[in-house]
Antibody, heavy 118, light 108 residues
Framework: QVQLVESGGGVVQPGKSLRLSCAAS????????MHWVRQAPGKGLEWVAV????????YYADSVKGRFTISRDDSKNTLNLQMNSLRVDDTALYHC???????????WGQGTMVTVSS | SYVLTQPPSVSVAPGQTARITCGGN??????VHWYQQKPRQAPVLVVY???ARPSGIPERFSGSNSGNTATLTISRVEGGDEADYYC???????????FGTGTKVTVL
């Protein structure tokens, strides 16, 4: 079925790194740009990053630019997020998100939780 | 950076109409999308491109967008509509995607 399944979350100390992955299935992965969106506990949604369908372009929220890197492996239908220099305020549930043909986010994963704490 | 402002909460009685606003500078020139998020669940797209509904979304959900305000309207509100709602746009000037601050809809 059509789904996105994130993995890789956990508890990490400030300044450390973590790599998230998202396994996509049920649709033609290499046709779509893909996003990461996060939600801190009790807070709203925050867009994190996007990678184009062919991997040639990436854009990041100002809050993560220079620390996070989004990538994709179309041979494995996988989206990744490399998170370096993690901060306490990066603590959030991270969702992998697929846009529809009109750009709206029409498929969301359940998310993987990242907790940054000493 | 582009900012979208929503009221923190809206309360409505069952069967009545809930209107959730999303304010942004000249938002009428952008395509606005709306998401519903129930507790401990991933968000669900309920309106895209200002007023279109994805398949499976009831006709009770509708949207409009003009000037500096976009609006999500939920007609004949049901208890199952109780959730957080977020508007979202793409800011072409920065290539960033922006979410509104979110509105909690409470069904009385």
């Amino acid at each position: 079925q059509v789904q996105l399944v994130e993995s890789g979350g956990g508890v990490v100390q400030p300044g450390k790194s973590l790599r998230l992955s998202c396994a996509a299935s049920g649709f033609t992965f290499n046709k779509y740009g893909m996003h990461w969106v996060r939600q801190a506990p009790g807070k709203g949604l925050e867009w994190v990053a996007v990678i184009s369908y062919d991997g040639s372009s990436e854009y990041y929220a100002d809050s993560v630019k220079g620390r996070f890197t989004i990538s994709r492996d179309d041979s494995k239908n996988t989206l990744n997020l490399q998170m370096n220099s993690l901060r306490v305020d990066d603590t959030a549930l991270y969702h992998c998100v697929k846009p529809g043909d009109r750009g709206a986010f029409d498929l969301w994963g359940q998310g993987t939780m990242v907790t940054v704490s000493s | 950076s582009y900012v979208l402002t929503q009221p923190p909460s809206v309360s409505v009685a069952p069967g009545q109409t809930a209107r959730i606003t999303c304010g942004g500078n000249n938002i009428g020139s952008k395509d606005v999308h709306w998401y519903q998020q129930k507790p401990r669940q991933a968000p669900v797209l309920v309106v895209y491109d200002d007023s279109a509904r994805p398949s499976g979304i009831p006709e009770r959900f509708s949207g409009s967008n003009s000037g500096n305000t976009a609006t999500l309207t939920i007609s004949r509100v049901e208890g199952g509509d109780e959730a957080d709602y977020y508007c979202q746009v793409w800011d072409g000037s920065s290539d960033h995607y922006v979410f509104g601050t979110g509105t909690k809809v409470t069904v009385l």
